[in-house]
């Protein structure tokens, strides 16, 4: 039987060797030193999964693996990654994870931890391929958005037809929805994806720096320009340039944008020379442009040539079931990120985010579910804990005696183990029951023995529960 294969990406001879050798006779191990030649062996092989150093070549000269994981995902959607990074550079580690990467693991190297991580991987490879061999890998996932409510659905729709051709794209929404991410979505399934991805926020840069910005300038056009330096047009050269916040564009500049639209031509600041530049514009506004294009604050033929194809990006309060799917999305990876053991939310905490209007979208849940990550005190996540107003109760359903005995089940444990300053032993001794079934008991009321230890008072035997 064929062995899987492996492609091990890193710039260091000794990683490289290391895990050759660490892993023969499990997989056929495969090597890269370089995103060149892991895109070589990539189209050659097809390895299974792919492990990938967050930085190939010198550090300062950023990221490069996280770009080789966007050309994997989109190119290869079968071929799993998992993400190497040094200890201090874990939020590389976190933009991957959200970029497409299965998993990711720290140096230094532990084969041990890094055998149960592939055959994860592969796990999950198996399973995608049985499920259908020739579709996406998932419905819930398309590029970097997550959502399988019917709003979205219509959106990655939306994206799949417009992303082959060159229109210019008007994606609207509110704040936090995801509009870049719908953005650079349209730009990976384009055939400009191997081209560059440049973002620049329009609301975000002071009025007089916007112009240089966006269309660069010459030596000496102005005061402390001393060198020629390009704009986010000319860099997005074969590309897509993403004007976020398109609503703050300044009239004078929407004049020069025009112009660009029309005959893909930008000029200097400072220069005489009209340059050609082949790019796509994607733009996104959270405000609503036929209000202000009406009130004479946008140009109308700007509107229309910007909007050839508009994609509005819903609101989370508009999705459904994404909510519950981002949030245990969320919870799954702070949780791993911050080393905590979570399982999930309370029903007063589903129902307390299910009532919430989540006024910041999607940026708003994955900031409370973070915050709430590292603060819980408990496996299950509360209204307080997310920093949200408990709900309303629903209609009151009669108590089982199930309901019953569980409750008086929980109040007892707590009760003992508080009296025992949190020791299992003692406390099971006390409730005449075996450490096996108190433990079985703090499973399933989500209770954790440390919570209730008091540190002043010094346990007379050993605790296996802690041991």
């Given at each position: 039987m064929a062995l899987e294969k492996i492609l091990i990406v890193d710039d260091e001879d000794s990683i490289r060797n290391q895990l050759r050798w660490g892993l023969a006779g499990e997989y056929e191990v495969l090597t890269a030193g370089t995103a060149s030649e892991a895109r070589r062996v990539l189209q050659d092989e097809r390895p299974s999964v792919v492990t990938l150093d967050v930085t190939l070549g010198p550090a300062d000269a950023g990221p490069e693996g996280l770009d080789l994981l966007d050309e994997i995902v989109e190119r290869h959607p079968f071929t799993k990654v998992v993400m190497v990074t040094g200890s201090d550079s874990r939020e590389n580690a976190l933009a991957a994870i959200r970029r497409?990467?299965?998993?990711?693991?720290?140096?230094?190297?532990q084969l041990e931890e890094?055998?149960?991580?592939?055959?994860?991987?592969?796990?999950?490879?198996?399973?995608?391929?049985?499920?259908?061999?020739?579709?996406?890998?998932?419905?819930?996932?398309?590029?970097?958005?997550?959502?399988?409510s019917e709003t979205m659905r219509r959106v990655f729709g939306l994206i799949q037809r417009v992303a082959p051709t060159d229109a210019n794209v008007l994606v609207a929404g509110e704040n936090g929805t995801g509009k870049e991410l719908v953005a650079h979505a349209i730009h990976m399934a384009s055939g400009r994806r191997d081209g560059p991805f440049v973002p620049i926020n329009c609301g975000a840069?002071?009025?007089?720096l916007l112009e240089s910005e966006l269309f660069g300038h010459e030596r000496g056009a102005f005061t402390d320009a001393y060198r020629t330096r390009e704009g986010k047009f000319e860099l997005a050269e074969s590309g897509t340039l993403f004007l976020d916040e398109i609503g703050e564009l300044p009239t004078h500049l929407q004049v020069k944008l025009l112009r660009f639209l029309q005959d893909h031509i930008v000029e200097r600041v400072g220069g005489r020379e009209p340059l050609h530049v082949d790019a796509r514009v994607v733009a996104a506004t959270n405000r609503d442009l036929q209000v202000m294009r009406s009130e004479g604050r946008f140009r109308e033929d700007l509107f229309y040539r910007l909007s050839v194809v508009s994609i509005v990006v819903p609101p989370l309060r508009e999705r459904g079931d994404d909510l519950r799917l981002l949030s245990e999305y969320f919870l799954e990876f702070y949780g791993r990120h911050h080393k905590r053991r979570l399982r999930g939310f309370t029903q007063a905490a589903l129902r307390?985010?299910?009532?919430?209007?989540?006024?910041?979208?999607?940026?708003e849940l994955e900031n409370r579910i973070q915050r709430a990550v590292i603060l819980a005190q408990d496996a299950y996540l509360r209204p307080e804990d997310l920093d949200l107003a408990p709900a309303g109760d629903p209609p009151a359903a009669l108590p089982t005696l199930q309901d019953a005995r569980d409750r008086a089940d929980r109040e007892l444990v707590v009760e003992a183990l508080t009296r025992n300053a949190g020791n299992v032993s003692r406390a099971a001794r006390e409730l005449g029951v075996s450490r096996p079934t108190l433990h079985d008991l703090l499973r399933k009321h989500g209770l954790e023995a440390s919570r209730f230890r008091r540190p002043e008072l010094p346990d007379d035997e050993d605790d296996p529960a802690e041991s």
């Open positions: 497409g990467a299965v998993d990711w693991y720290a140096k230094p190297i890094l055998r149960v991580i592939l055959r994860r991987a592969l796990h999950i490879r198996h399973i995608e391929q049985a499920q259908s061999p020739d579709a996406p890998p998932s419905r819930k996932r398309y590029h970097r958005l997550v959502g399988e840069i002071p009025e007089q307390a985010m299910a009532a919430h209007r989540w006024p910041g979208n999607v940026r």
